[in-house]
């Protein structure tokens, strides 16, 4: 077959669908067709929710990301110390809040 | 501690003292958006006399560290108050004091109460529409995605964009939200 129109064949541009390329990258609307895809599936979960569903989901997700930062803190430290963990969590949470707050929070009012 | 108990500490420390409060930040915004993880639990507290907020943070003093260094809001001079759990997971609680901004004090006013199964209490929590204009407002990156979930999953329809619109041209960012409006994709 033509490799042009095997391609064409395999792309299936249809309005909302991700077209079935093998990569992404080689179709100019594939990846934003994907991205689109992926974030209304986030967004249609969220919506079939309840609003106090979303509110203490957060809470489970939030215990989720800190016990996963502790793993990773203790194991790039090679440590079991849980308390070393910790302590290396809050530090670079120093870190990420000065770089979210940068430019944002001051330590003085200005004169 | 859990986070669960870090809230719920934080809460019943400004009831204990007599604060009005309402929750921010993430929390709010997870009640309206797309549930993401944070690394704080932020609260407006709404300090009518200055010893509120040591009384609030003498309150917390045996599981919540709190350096004593205050930090102003840049964008509108608001005082902030940044503290740690002393053992366990490293959250972190961030006390706004309420102050008289006029889009701050109109949220505050407007703010809704909640229970929540989770901390088994009742608290406060902003509206949809005052999460977008704060939020943008604020204008960092992750602000600007927590405004494009919340008007994604509640839907610009089902908002009072007049008000919204209103505060951001009040705000001077008119130009973010019609930014973001336009890039939500079809849903």
Known sequence: ?111 | MTIEQLALKVVEACEAVGSDHMVTGAFAYNFYGIPRSTKDFDVVVDVKEKKMIGEIILQLDSDIEFGGQVQFDTLTWGRRHIGRARSGPSYQVELFELFDDPFVLSQFQRRKRLYSGQLQHEIWIPTAEDVVVQKIRWGRSKDLDDVRDVLAVQGPESLDMDYVTNWCATHGTTERLSAILESLPPL
């Open chain 1, 1 to 111: 077959m033509n490799p042009l129109r095997e391609t064409g064949l395999r792309l299936r541009l249809a309005v909302g669908r991700v077209p079935p390329v093998d990569n992404p990258h080689d179709h100019p609307t594939a990846l934003k067709d994907l991205q689109d895809s992926i974030y209304r599936e986030k967004v249609l979960r969220a919506r079939a929710m309840t609003p106090e569903e979303r509110f203490n989901s957060g809470f489970e997700v939030t215990k989720d990301a800190f016990q996963r930062m502790l793993e990773g803190a203790m194991w790039q430290l090679n440590t079991e110390d849980v308390e070393a963990g910790w302590k290396e969590v809050g530090r670079r949470l120093d870190r990420l809040r000065k770089v979210h707050d940068a430019g944002r929070f001051a330590d003085q009012l200005p004169h």
